[in-house]
């Protein structure tokens, strides 16, 4: 879930400055879903240290306005998580695997 999304994102970004961030705020914005993603006991927590770092890191350069995004994205998408079931539950975790694949296996690499 998390080396395909990093691969990407280090190729994006090799020739890409975005101020004194790496990622773009849209990335920065999947790696908070992510975070809660991989923090929620309902869908198997994970554990998020490099990616809170990450994270933590990511946020410095940011606007206020983008950090107040990825807090609330992180909030809503951690509710979702832990209160998903069936179909949902099983979406999540698919989102999980695939798309936060790569902030998971980058964030642990960084480190």
């Known amino acids: 879930m998390k080396e395909v999304v990093i691969a990407l994102v280090a190729v994006s970004f090799a020739g890409v400055a975005h101020a004194q961030s790496s ?9 908070s879903r992510c975070s809660a993603l991989a923090a929620s006991e309902n869908l198997g ?6 990616l ?3 994270l933590s890191k990511e946020s410095a ?3 206020p306005s983008v950090r107040v995004s990825a807090t609330s994205e992180m909030i ?7 209160t998903a079931d069936g179909a949902k539950k099983a979406k999540l975790l698919a989102e ?12 642990q690499a960084a480190q």
């Open 23 to 31: 990622v773009t705020d849209k990335q920065f914005l999947a790696a």
């Open 61 to 63: 350069g940011r606007k």
């Open 96 to 107: 999980r695997q695939s798309v936060c694949a790569g902030f998971l296996t980058a964030s």
């Open 76 to 82: 809503a998408t951690r509710r979702k998580a832990d």
């Open 52 to 54: 809170e770092a990450f």
């Open 45 to 50: 927590k994970l554990d998020t240290t490099s």
